[in-house]
T-cell receptor, first 111, second 110 residues
Framework: SQTIHQWPATLVQPVGSPLSLECTVE??????LYWYRQAAGRGLQLLFY??????ISSEVPQNLSASRPQDRQFILSSKKLLLSDSGFYLC??????????FGQGTRLTVV | AQSVTQPDIHITVSEGASLELRCNYS??????LFWYVQSPGQGLQLLLK??????LVQGIKGFEAEFKRSQSSFNLRKPSVHWSDAAEYFC????????FGAGTILRVKS
């Protein structure tokens, strides 16, 4: 069966520290992968998406980057976190032909 | 550019009344269209989807949506709202990527 793992569930990081959030998918090949940030009143803001290994599209210029080192692995990173990076981050995958599947999310608090 | 607009941030309806949540999209072709629901503290649940064919699609929990190409709309409807329908509803569009609207928070008053 298809599953998606996203970790950690919660994270508290100091300003200026690096960030690495990881998402892995099981049970499918060559999925589209997405990173979203969810904020009240803004819905799910698409940050990055990837249609294949090493192919990353950035939707919103900001302090974050994404990488896809393997077919079913998607990583969200930052070299130096800002207070404004706090939020709820969701990883998702789809095939473009059916519904999307979401990770459990990561609540990031930058202090 | 691909985008989704949900013009209503909040909607309040009485229990038993009908509901319509609006969704408009922008895309150069006919995209795949979705409605998701999120209850407080919960993940996103797919209500229904449109890929092709009949423009009126039925979903779970008594919801339906109608795709209108001429209006670039995909409005969600329910004939009689239940208190348990109170949640946040997201319209989503998949053209070359999956993009969500800002969401509509539904409040149900008894």
């Amino acid at each position: 069966s298809q599953t998606i793992h996203q970790w950690p569930a919660t994270l508290v990081q100091p300003v200026g520290s690096p960030l690495s959030l990881e998402c892995t998918v099981e049970g499918t090949s060559n999925p589209n992968l997405y990173w979203y940030r969810q904020a009240a009143g803004r819905g799910l803001q698409l940050l990055f998406y990837s249609v294949g290994i090493g192919q990353i599209s950035s939707e919103v210029p900001q302090n974050l980057s994404a990488s896809r080192p393997q077919d079913r692995q998607f990583i969200l990173s930052s070299k130096k976190l800002l207070l404004s990076d706090s939020g709820f981050y969701l990883c998702a995958w789809d095939t473009g032909l059916a519904e999307a599947f979401f990770g459990q999310g990561t609540r990031l608090t930058v202090v | 550019a691909q985008s989704v607009t949900q013009p209503d941030i909040h909607i309040t309806v009485s229990e038993g009344a009908s509901l319509e949540l609006r969704c408009n999209y922008s895309y150069g072709a006919t995209p795949y269209l979705f409605w998701y629901v999120q209850s407080p503290g919960q993940g996103l649940q797919l209500l229904l989807k449109y890929f092709s064919g009949d423009t009126l699609v039925q979903g779970i929990k008594g919801f339906e949506a109608e795709f209108k190409r001429s209006q670039s709309s995909f409005n969600l409807r329910k004939p009689s709202v239940h208190w348990s329908d109170a949640a946040e509803y997201f319209c989503a569009v998949h053209g070359n990527k999956l993009v969500f609207g800002a969401g509509t928070i539904l409040r149900v008053k008894s």
